[in-house]
């Protein structure tokens, strides 16, 4: 999923990384990751929007150093300490956004080791959905 520059900001000027805990803003650069953990905010989560049950995923901020780090160690899979919620306020809507600004204090960490598990969305789960969909889309028609 993309992100708002107004978020991506918010977050680096605000927000700590999730698996160091190191402030956000003298890092080089931020990079979400996505897991596969349930996420039980609204804001942000990531899925497969044809994959079925794929939504709602949570996600976590790192810093450069961390990603770097989880690029390079392969034996074991990265996992971020936390996930990341940014609370949007929805009262007050911004030019060209659905939200924004942001409440004073809109970001919410929750441990990773709290959150439940969800299945992982492997390329053949994704490649049959796309065949559903155009099956149901087009009849199975070719277009
Ligand atoms: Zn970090």
Not at 53 to 62: T, W
């Amino acid at each position: 999923m993309g992100f708002p520059p107004d978020v991506l900001q918010y977050v680096k000027k605000k927000g700590k990384c999730c698996n160091c805990g190191r402030p956000l803003k003298t890092t080089k650069w931020i990079s979400f990751f996505q897991m596969n953990k349930k996420a039980t905010w609204t804001y942000p989560v990531w899925g497969n929007m044809i994959v079925p049950g794929s939504l709602n995923r949570a996600m976590a901020v790192v810093c450069a150093q961390c990603r770097k780090r989880a690029m390079t160690k392969k034996a074991k899979p990265f996992l971020p300490k936390h996930a990341i919620e940014v609370q949007l306020d929805l009262s007050r809507p911004g030019t060209g956004l659905p939200f924004s600004p942001f409440q004073p204090n809109g970001l919410v960490y929750h441990k990773v080791q709290d959150l439940e598990d969800v299945f992982e969305i492997t390329p053949e789960m994704v490649h049959k959905a796309e065949l559903e969909h155009w099956h149901k889309t087009t009849g199975g028609r070719v277009v």
